[in-house]
């Protein structure tokens, strides 16, 4: 099954087509090797489309204001990795469920953190969107979280003291882009009790600052004991994700999510590419790997307005281009 995110399956007949992220069909990408200037070096990046001649040819140029940047970050090491590493069959055991960041994982998570601090990257991210799992619930608020947490009756912490048998310190929610839970990002669905999520109202207490008002029910109707949701569902509900994600008003924002969800969502793209590029975008992500793309809208669904693009002629004059003038004195003759 080939999927798009220009396919409307998830959208109302009416409703315009989804934004391109990079499709099966014409399309474009725009895949950052290292973190950019949010404007300046964005455009200096080069776009590849689908040529009728070359699949992998030439740059291509589309308006800033109609692309959103998206960093994609698989969660820290989970206490089920360790043994399914080893044998597939230990993601099946229930004392996995809705497994918590390892020792290891934490180290990992403190990393990232340095490297987004570092590279700028958390002075421009407008929003933090996290699976609502724990492993990713501590991820996003350990990565992106704000510093030196202190007891306040007027500010709640990201996350309390020793959450999920962490052994850290609460984290503070000053400073830091606004953390949001979405379902839609969760892990492939059904069967392995690492991937159930706890109640909601269990998350709010261990995540007090966290946005969970997405969240349709307090328990969890998504997964199921006894049905395995499929590779086509997964990837169906990765595209349905990102055509939400163009319905917000950031341009610039953190998904901390899944392997199994990255590398079902992201194979559906980049087959109009080069092989190569193909590979980076498709590829298994490591644990607390980060990795910058674009999604861009080619049929106007956002409908939104340049911040930085400028009329000219202000004030008012002639100001013909030269080839405008000549065709209109050859029309003259």
Request: proline content about 6%.
């Amino acid at each position: 099954m080939s999927v798009g995110v220009n396919s409307s399956h998830f959208l109302p007949r009416h409703q315009p087509i989804s934004p391109t992220f990079v499709s099966s069909s014409s399309s474009s990408i725009i895949v950052y090797n290292k973190i950019p200037d949010r404007v300046g070096q964005r455009l200096q990046l080069l776009s590849l489309f689908r040529s009728d001649m070359d699949p992998s040819a030439g740059p291509s140029l589309f308006p800033l204001h109609r692309c959103k940047t998206i960093h994609l970050v698989r969660h820290a090491q989970g206490i089920h990795n360790v043994d399914g590493d080893k044998n597939y069959k230990a993601y099946m055991s229930p004392e996995y469920f809705d497994a918590q960041i390892t020792p290891l994982g934490w180290k990992q998570v403190d990393n990232l953190r340095k490297h987004v601090h570092e590279s700028g990257l958390t002075k421009r991210i407008d929003l933090v969107i996290a699976s609502p799992l724990l492993r990713t619930l501590q991820t996003a608020v350990g990565v992106f979280g704000g510093e030196g947490y202190t007891d306040r009756m007027d500010v709640v912490p990201l996350m309390v003291e020793n959450a999920g048998n962490s052994g850290r310190a609460a984290i503070s929610s000053l400073n830091c882009p606004p953390i949001i839970a979405v379902e839609l990002c969760r892990e492939h669905l059904g069967v392995h009790p690492c991937d159930k999520r706890r109640n909601i109202s269990d998350y709010q207490f261990l995540f007090p600052a966290v946005d969970f008002s997405l969240a349709k029910s307090d328990d969890d109707t998504w997964w199921k004991a006894d049905i395995r949701e499929t590779k086509e569902e997964l990837a169906a509900r990765g595209l349905k994700f990102l055509n939400w994600l163009w319905t917000r008003k950031e341009k610039e924002m953190a998904i901390i999510t899944h392997s199994g969800f990255l590398f079902h969502t992201l194979s559906t793209f980049g087959n109009d590419c080069h092989p190569l590029v193909k590979k980076e975008i498709c590829k298994h992500f490591a644990n607390c790997e980060l990795r910058s793309m674009v999604i861009v809208d080619r049929s106007m669904i956002g409908f939104e307005h340049s911040t930085t693009n400028y009329p000219g002629k202000i004030p008012s004059g002639l100001d013909l281009p030269s080839d405008v003038v000549d065709e209109k004195a050859e029309e003259r003759t």
